[in-house]
């Protein structure tokens, strides 16, 4: 009887005798902890919209030095990801009711564009530039440009009214 009460002792879990290794274990909870800031950080970088998309730190304005337009584009985009961008014209009088608006042909050849709202009148290419007509009237209006970026890393470009000053864009594309 005394063998079977000593044998049901030692099948006791505070009675195992294991080799602990704290500076392990300590290191192993560092690495952790690590782990889970690095992830939280990833988490809010893409909350705050710095992979693309949507978010708070993604979408900037820029406005010509004449005022003739403010340009609204995203600073990060994804690689062929959709992305877009618009330029508001505030209200104005443009002879014959139209207005030319011109994107850089560089920026539009690494952005393939698939719409453009409201629809252009006509397009041409002048030199550098791909020149679209807008018909306006005495009310602002914002145009729409819809495309996807074919290229990594920055994507950088130019757009004016007219003959006016020209405005720079710069989008950051992931891969």
Partial sequence: MAKTAKAN??????????EQDLVL????????????????????????GLFGGIGPLNSTSTQAADGSMVVHYPRFGRYVGPTEFAIELPATRASGG????????????????????????????????MVYEFSVGEAAMRIDFHGRPHTVGWLRGRVRVGDGEPVALATWVHP
């Fill in 25 to 48: 274990q300590q290191r192993t909870w560092r690495v952790q902890r690590i782990g889970w800031v690095v992830l939280a950080l990833i988490v809010l970088c893409g909350t705050l």
């Fill in 98 to 129: 139209t207005i030319e608006l011109a994107l850089e042909r560089a920026y539009l050849d690494q952005w393939e564009m698939y719409g453009i709202s409201p629809q252009p009148d006509g397009e041409k290419a002048v030199g550098d530039w």
């Fill in 9 to 18: 002792a030692s099948d006791d879990p505070g009675d195992l005798q294991l």
